[in-house]
């Protein structure tokens, strides 16, 4: 497939969120934040950003949390309950609804851990994405992936889970290579979380950390 082939292509992205009572299970919360509260926060500002970017046309989100889940139906976004068997699990439903929903299009797995994300890396994200049959963006480490993308006719092989960016590589995604540490810097630990708030956190994240920031460390 040419580059010209997914020229201006809109994805459908499957967001896959963890119910708050489950995830985020490697980061502990600064003193006096209630973890629940972090993880839907993070989860909340990632998926306002996906909202607004306009290389994305459909929403997907697998989850089974009870505020996530209700905030996002209401937001017009497309809700599957997470079958609670893991990430692979959750990503594969997402992805048969994705292809129910526009058998033809581009689709793509992003994961939501992302409290510093904004729309217009985002869209830097996809339309790079746009020039290959399969691509991947590995998080800051270089390990993992943030984002996995498949164009319309492509399958979207995926093999998430430690040392994923390799394994997608390996099932024949390019590896995209870009300087976007807001799409990029996903949050498990506490020490990743201190370098997103020194990229700029989303606004809900940063409402339930207000009152610790100022005391945060890497841990």
């Known amino acids: 497939m040419s580059s010209a082939a997914g020229a201006g292509a809109r994805f459908t992205l499957v967001l896959p969120v963890q119910s708050a009572a489950r995830a985020k299970s490697r980061l502990v919360a600064p ?31 697998v989850t089974s949390d009870p505020v996530i889940g209700p905030a996002a139906h209401e937001r017009g976004d497309a809700v599957v309950a997470d079958p609670d068997s893991g990430l692979t699990a959750a990503i594969c439903a997402g992805v048969a609804r ?3 929903l ?36 590995a998080d800051t480490e270089g390990t993992g992936t943030v984002l996995l993308t498949a164009l319309a006719g492509v399958e979207l092989s995926h093999a998430f ?3 994923s960016a390799a394994r997608h590589v390996a099932l ?17 630990t506490a020490a ?11 606004p809900r994240t940063a409402a339930v950390l207000r009152d610790a920031l100022c005391t945060t460390t890497p841990r």
């Open 172 to 188: 024949g995604a390019v590896l995209l290579d870009l300087d976007l540490p807001r799409l990029r810097r996903d949050v498990d």
């Open 31 to 61: 003193q006096g934040v209630d973890h629940a509260a972090l993880a839907r926060a993070i989860a909340a500002d990632a998926l306002t950003a996906v909202r607004a970017c306009d290389r994305v046309g459909r929403r997907v989100v």
């Open 161 to 163: 889970g430690t040392g």
């Open 192 to 202: 990743a979380l201190h370098a997103a708030t020194a990229l700029g956190l989303g």
């Open 98 to 100: 994705a292809h129910r």
């Open 102 to 137: 526009d058998p033809d299009g581009a689709v793509g797995v992003l994961l939501v851990d992302l409290p510093a994300l904004t729309a217009a890396d985002l869209a830097v994200a996809l339309d790079a994405a746009a020039a290959h049959p399969r691509s991947v963006v």
